[in-house]
């Protein structure tokens, strides 16, 4: 056992780009935490109930065909010490080898520290969430999606004046060329975005889901 934890703090720590910008994330996360006097630690246990339990929140990645992003996303949810991840499986795989090598190694270790499920199809993926009660937040950078503190801000109103039962949420994720597919975008409850400063409109996959996910967890909002 003490094995496979060196094992995984070893693929935590990896020196790629996509890597160092998810470290770089979650320390600026660690500083703003600071900056507000909370006193908790990196990815800490939540206090006075502010953000969503990690148990009501699931990550979904839709249609990834980068083992790399693949590999990088799940280092950001075994940081972030999510339980479980679901996978919108892809057609096809991106191929490497030649002059664009890569080191795939690791992913089974990482896999085994999360609840991994796995969709062949948007039609079996929709009909779990409402198996299991959950509501879509599809994330979307279109004119009809709000920022993820006004859908957080209205889930909480919602609990407060106990209009709804406090449903689970599957936060979506697309990829990073063409984002999230229309049907998922349909079905979801909340078409969310997280405000950047200066000229970029996004990060890479796996600082987004740093950012986003810890957000949620611990209303730093």
Known sequence: ??????????????????????????????????????????????????????????????????????KHILQACVTLRLQEIWSIEPVTTKKFGGNNPVNLEGIEELEQCLKVKRFLGLKDFIAETKARGYHIWATDLSQKACTLESALRKRRRALEEQEEDPAKICLVFGREGDGVSKTVIEEAKERVYYPLSGFSDSLNLSASIAIIVDSILNKLI
């Open 1 to 70: 056992m003490e094995g496979m934890k060196s094992k995984v703090v070893g693929l935590l720590s990896g020196t790629t780009l996509s890597v160092v910008s998810l470290l770089s994330s979650l320390l600026f996360l660690s500083w703003r935490r600071r900056g507000r006097g909370r006193g908790r630690t990196l990815c800490g246990e939540q206090g006075g109930g502010e953000g969503v339990n990690r148990e009501d929140l699931v990550v979904v990645i839709e249609r990834c065909s980068d083992k790399r992003n693949w």
